[in-house]
């Protein structure tokens, strides 16, 4: 369920299983060169506000998860974001995202990847223990389970794969048992970039809110990305950098009711944004 947080004072909210910025994110967002271990990017963003249905218990449509897609498709193909080539980026929202149409357009994105490339997943929308809810779906077939995504990401042939999930109840992606808590979990040293940030843990809904006018996973996602999570300012963003800018301030805006986690394969000292 996702949660529309329309003033802080206030706290107004209601909730709608929604919003999971599934995003692994191991690089600079889009620079290429031997530095930085990958060649291309291929990004898939998905986001559904209009439902063609009204999935149960998700509270409808939402307001602000198409908007929070194209803000992060400007954002790769934007010199800040590193200029990933617009080729290179599908967005599929709304009522175009349905169940077949997102699993046939990760298979086909992801597909394109050799080893040394990178590809991203940004998912904002309803989102339920488990999984992801299409705009077509309409009973427990018609969802896409997180197991299916993870099957994509494995087969493709990318070293480096980052996945940012906006959605309700999105921790739920991770293997079972595993812990939560305020740091990145990750490991020092390895040649793997695999990160999954996600908006909320499994308990959770997460927050959309009408001052930000987006998600608030993803407005401070964008914002640490952007440069405000450069907390040494060496005009380098890494993973940990990010994770406790977002993990901070998301906590914070909600007055702890969302509490965002990011864990996989990485270095904590990831880049994942350079700033000029």
């Known amino acids: 369920m996702k949660i529309n947080h329309f003033t802080k004072i206030l706290s107004a909210a209601f909730f709608m ?9 191991a690089l600079p967002m889009g ?3 031997e530095n930085f271990r990958f060649q291309k990017t291929y990004a898939a ?26 803000k992060f498709y400007q954002y790769l193909v934007s010199p800040t974001g590193g200029k990933v080539a617009p080729q290179n980026v599908v ?6 995202a349905t169940k077949n149409a997102i699993l046939k357009m990760l298979g086909h994105v992801f597909s394109k990847a050799k080893e040394n490339d990178r590809v991203i997943l940004y998912y904002s929308g309803h989102g339920q223990p488990g999984y992801i809810i299409p705009s077509d779906a309409h009973d427990a077939k018609t969802l896409i389970s997180y197991d299916s995504i993870k099957r994509i990401f494995k087969k493709c ?19 079972p048992g595993r812990k939560t808590n305020s740091n990145a979990a990750g490991n020092k040293k390895t040649n793997a970039s695999v990160v999954i940030m996600v908006s909320s843990q499994s308990d959770q809904s997460s927050v959309e809110d009408s001052n930000l006018k987006q998600g608030a996973f993803s407005y401070f996602l964008l914002k640490g990305l952007k440069g405000e999570a450069d907390t040494d300012m060496d005009k380098t963003v890494t993973i940990e950098e990010l994770h406790k800018y ?25 880049p994942v944004a350079l700033l000029n």
């Open 17 to 25: 299983c929604f919003h999971s910025v599934f995003s692994m994110a």
């Open 31 to 33: 620079s290429t060169g």
């Open 45 to 70: 963003i998905i986001a559904i506000s209009d439902y063609q249905y009204s999935p149960a218990g998700t509270g409808g449509d939402l307001n602000y998860t198409d908007d929070d897609a194209r």
């Open 91 to 96: 967005l599929l929202i709304n009522q175009a």
């Open 157 to 175: 042939r990318a070293k480096t794969k980052l996945c940012f999930i906006d959605a309700c109840n999105s921790d739920s992606i991770k293997s």
């Open 246 to 270: 977002v993990y901070f301030h998301v906590k914070k805006y909600t007055f702890g009711k969302q509490v965002p986690h990011t864990f996989g394969r990485f270095d904590l000292d990831m």
